[in-house]
């Protein structure tokens, strides 16, 4: 039974311009629910560049794509804003005017007046390892993301990589997992140290495997993995058992779902009104990286300032009959009220 969720605006991305558009709404009392496929808040900031300093964002001098997210999220907690992590929108339907249903791959239902786009260059995808036959083993026994660990509870699990994710879900799931073999082409991970230093101590423990090398065919029936080959640094062929295996090559961006929900694109991009950031389809907006228009820069600053137009649009949408009159947060004491400052 899929669970319907009603909410004023529904927006499709939790990075830095979806996270900024629930304060631009919420000053006008519009209350929003966040759908990103990420299992964290920030898009590219948090994914892509969370250390690396940014020197353009008005008013900051220095600021980490990380630090930028959190501040984000300090300043939109006054709007209690909430989170769907992990799951992506796969569907926007308009059922009549300021009306829409929005799905997801979660079987969450939305219902909502307004639809707000911030979905970025599209959906972070995971890298498929160049294994033969891969496919057909996808989602049953070989999975690129973790969304119930108990899943994996009492089974052989082979885990690929050698980056922070290979290293967490490792150190994660070697203690519910009947054993556990961790295979990197070369004996030097990228991950946190420290976390190397925990799955090493656990190989010297004998609690679990380690193996370098890398796996060159897999083995199975109807999906189900039984084992894989590795080649090892002597291009030895060593076989594997397992039930499952876990690749962690790192996220492509694919633009993903949002070419089927019927908005006019343009190389990728949805074209918007200059004046609302409104799509061709009234009540449906593109804010962020995702929207294209004459003299457009990809740039947070610019996501930010359509953001803030596209709210004063998204209010006629929440509030048909009332007036939105203009106001600062300096001097208006209804929005300081808002703020929980007054
Ligand atoms: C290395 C690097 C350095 C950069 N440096 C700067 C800089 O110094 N200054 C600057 O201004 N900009 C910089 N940028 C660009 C900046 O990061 C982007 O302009 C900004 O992230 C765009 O924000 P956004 O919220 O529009 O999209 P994103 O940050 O891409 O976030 C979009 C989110 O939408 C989610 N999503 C997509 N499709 C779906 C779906 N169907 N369902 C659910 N969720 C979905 C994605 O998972 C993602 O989290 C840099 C970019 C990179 C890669």
Avoid at 76 to 93: A, C, D, Q, R, Y
Avoid at 137 to 164: Q, T
Avoid at 309 to 326: C, I
Wanted: hydrophobic share 40%.
């Amino acid at each position: 039974m899929s669970e319907t969720i009603k909410t004023d605006v529904l927006i499709i991305g939790a990075g830095p311009v979806g996270l900024f558009a629930v304060f631009e709404l919420g000053l006008l009392d519009i209350k929003c629910h966040l759908v990103d496929i990420l299992d964290k808040i920030g898009g590219q900031c948090a994914e892509l560049y969370p250390e690396k300093p940014i020197y353009d964002i008005p008013g900051i001098p220095l600021i980490t794509g990380h630090g930028l997210s959190d501040a984000l999220m300090e300043q939109i907690k006054p709007f209690n804003p909430t989170f769907h992590l992990g799951e992506m929108v796969t569907s926007v339907e308009k059922l009549g005017d300021a009306q829409f249903r929005v799905g997801t791959d979660r079987d969450k239902v939305f219902e909502c007046k307004a639809v707000v786009i911030a979905a970025g260059g599209g959906s972070f995808q995971p890298k498929r390892p160049p294994i033969n036959g891969i496919e057909l083993y996808e989602n049953k026994s070989v999975h690129y993301a973790v969304r119930k660990m108990d899943a994996f509870r009492g089974k052989n699990l082979i885990i690929v990589g050698g980056g922070d994710s290979a290293l967490d879900w490792t150190l994660n799931l070697q203690p519910i997992a009947k054993r556990l073999t961790l295979i990197h082409r070369r004996d030097d991970f990228r991950g946190a140290p420290d976390s190397v230093n925990k799955m090493r101590a656990l190989v010297a423990e004998g609690r679990m495997d380690l193996k370098i090398g890398q796996v060159t065919e897999l083995e199975g029936a109807d999906s189900q993995l039984v084992a894989a080959t590795v080649k090892d640094k002597d291009n030895a062929l060593v076989r594997i058992e397992c039930d499952a295996m876990l690749p962690f090559f790192g996220l492509t961006m694919k633009l993903g779902p949002v070419a089927d929900w019927g908005l006019k694109m343009e190389n990728g991009l949805i074209p918007v009104d200059l004046s609302s950031f409104e799509t061709n389809i009234p009540g449906i907006f593109a804010i962020g990286d995702i929207n294209t228009y004459p003299g457009k820069l990809k740039l947070i600053l610019s996501g930010f300032h359509e953001g803030a137009l596209m709210a004063q649009k998204a209010h006629h949408y929440v509030y048909p009959d009332k007036r939105l009159v203009f106001q600062y947060t300096t001097s208006s004491t209804n929005l300081q009220k808002k703020l929980g400052v007054a």
